[in-house]
């Protein structure tokens, strides 16, 4: 896939009237702002202009990348980091050819950073008589199977005062620790039975250090010991947060409040950082943001493209879901709490039914974001798609039922290693997970190794005969006369491509080849086109038992000879076809068959 760069001809304030060079410092102008925002964080190719016309006359443009292993001076991506994005400049230089002169203008191009994930993980809580904490594995991210043989991976009793665990939220930090916060609450006791959250930390997504934080006790004597709900508290990495031993980066912990002593009149969105040990909170909650109505359920992430902070909230007893934005998470020096976000986005569900527990993430190695949300009254999870955190469609609805129920919790992408420990210490027998491999190393730098920009997903290549099971192969030994069915994995890929003998091609996943004989003997090569843009290929070779057509293996062996063309030389003249010489300068008398031609 390439990303086209549009082009901002026009510019306000300056007019055709100007001195002779405007058009050509338009041009220089244009190119500077071509790249918009796709800079700060690029996943595709770029393609790139050659020229620009302004004003009746045409700018040449060239182009010089500053590291060719990671960008081409085509705009193509050549390599990535593993996990983080690579810095690049690319120069265009304008030339005015009526004068000579040249203008280069440099735009730094931030390369997304390969993530090595293949599958992603859903942690909730099924229902307000099940308040635990309950997993479920997918390979696209919009539909799920519970794992665990449909049973809880976390008992709520204990780890919990309240003997409850709502709303898990995980955040994978770039300390290598996975950090989940809960609210520590038990519905069958009222809506405003809570009075704290359940910090939990991990490596390993399996085995949970727990810790509870209860505002009656912490903050007894202030405000906040009067908490009716701390609601469904979350996680945000700031990199910005001093450790004071030389480190930087702490989770802020934010949470709604709502209060019986009138400080705090209606949910508002408070935060506190952890300390250090993910066991407690440090100091007193802070005002983050409100809308000056009830204002619960916040999920925050950071998009690289734009530079901003997409809270996204639900407005509790008016309905519906919105965001807004700030540059920082912070306000500025001396400015009021919550200054820093914009004003309110419009409604962001795609539905008209009730609707809470927003959660937001995003595809791996896509620059396309999930924005999900719980119909709590029509059973199920809907699933809308954005590829600017500003205008989100529609995708599907997920249906919740049998021993997939979540209700608010979180997603996050985990790797092919991590899936399949989970699913050893949690067996989900129905999954079949998907297996992408980091790319091949084409380099280092920096010490860190640089893989190619993508990587195609594995392709299991599941072969049927006749009645008989599905068996993994990529040799098969037939009867005359038999049905051979291909179903390869994965089973909701969407782009495949075959090719085989007897003319074979097929643009489906599944296909079956009925009455087989002699010709259907040979190798079927299925192409499979991943969500990424990347391809894998395999080969399945298919014998059949066939006395009258009996199988004769292809000549694999390839000749390197060089070609020459036609001498038109007076001796030659007569001779209207090609020379072949071997790599010995032998001439060949007749063209070989299987090979590779070396023109000269």
Request: glycine share 8%.
């Amino acid at each position: 896939m390439k990303q086209i760069i549009p082009l901002a001809i026009a510019l306000a304030g300056v007019s055709f009237a100007q001195v002779d060079v405007a058009p050509f410092w338009r041009a220089v102008d244009s190119v500077s702002k071509s790249f918009g925002n796709s800079a700060n964080d690029l996943y595709t190719d770029l393609t790139l202009l050659d020229t620009i016309k302004l004003a009746g006359e045409t700018f040449p443009i060239t182009w010089k990348s500053s590291d060719t292993l990671f960008l081409g001076h085509d705009g193509h991506i050549n390599g990535r980091f593993v996990g983080e994005n690579k810095e690049v400049t690319l120069t265009a230089t304008i030339h005015d050819g009526l004068s000579a002169k040249t203008q280069d203008v440099a735009i730094k191009v931030s390369i997304h950073g390969y993530e090595p994930y293949s599958n992603y993980l859903f942690a909730y809580f099924p229902a307000n008589d099940n308040e635990n904490i309950y997993y479920a594995l997918s390979n696209d991210g919009y539909s799920f199977t519970a794992m665990n043989n449909g049973k809880r991976v976390v008992a709520a009793d204990t780890v919990s005062i309240k003997k409850g665990l709502r709303d898990p939220h995980v955040l994978r930090a770039p300390d290598g620790w996975f950090y989940m916060v809960n609210t520590d609450m038990k519905s069958a006791e009222g809506w405003a039975s809570n009075r704290g959250m359940v910090l939990m930390k991990s490596c390993d997504l399996i085995n949970w250090k727990h810790a509870t934080v209860h505002f009656p006790d912490k903050y007894k004597g202030k405000n906040f010991a009067n908490v009716t709900r701390v609601w469904a508290p979350e996680t945000f990495w700031d990199d910005t947060y001093d450790n004071g031993d030389g480190t930087k980066g702490r989770p802020l912990v934010y949470f709604s409040l709502l209060t019986n002593d009138g400080t705090i009149p209606y949910d508002k969105v408070f935060f506190a950082y952890s300390n250090k040990d993910f066991t407690d909170l440090e100091g007193e909650p802070q005002h983050f943001f409100d809308r000056g109505k009830s204002t619960i359920d916040m999920d925050i992430v950071y998009n690289p493209v734009d530079k901003f902070y997409h809270a996204f909230y639900k407005n509790e007893g008016d309905g519906g879901i919105c965001k807004v934005t700030a540059s920082s998470l912070m306000p500025k020096s001396g400015a009021a709490s919550g200054s820093q976000w914009s004003k309110p986005s419009k409604a962001l569900q795609q539905t008209t039914e009730a609707v809470e527990g927003a959660g937001v993430f995003k595809l791996i190695n896509q620059n396309s974001w999930v924005l999900m949300y719980d119909c709590y009254m029509n059973g199920h999870y809907q699933f809308t798609s954005s590829p600017d955190l500003e205008n989100f469609k529609f995708v599907q609805d997920t249906k919740t039922s049998g021993a997939f129920t979540p209700r608010h919790g979180t997603i996050l992408p985990v790797t092919a290693e991590e899936t399949a420990k989970l699913m050893k210490a949690f067996p989900t027998p129905d999954f079949e997970p998907r297996v992408i491999d980091i790319p091949d190393s084409i380099g280092v730098c920096d010490g860190k190794k640089v893989v190619g920009p993508c990587s195609g997903t594995k392709i299991v290549p599941y072969v049927k005969v006749d009645d008989g099971g599905w068996n993994e192969t990529l040799d098969l030994n037939v009867a005359k006369g038999a049905t051979v069915q291909f179903g390869p994995h994965p089973w909701d890929g969407k782009i495949w491509s075959w090719e085989g003998p007897n003319g074979f091609k097929s643009t489906t996943r599944e296909n079956t080849l009925k009455n087989v004989d002699g010709d259907f003997s040979g190798y079927y090569t299925v192409v499979y086109t991943n969500e990424t843009g990347c391809k894998s290929q395999a080969k399945i070779k298919i014998v059949v038992d066939d006395p009258d057509k009996p199988y004769k293996e292809p000549d694999t062996t390839t000749t390197i000879v060089y070609k020459r063309l036609r001498d038109h030389s007076k001796s030659m003249r007569l001779n209207r076809n090609p020379v072949y010489f071997d790599l010995l300068g032998n001439r060949l008398k007749a063209k070989p068959r299987n090979a590779v031609y070396i023109q000269r």
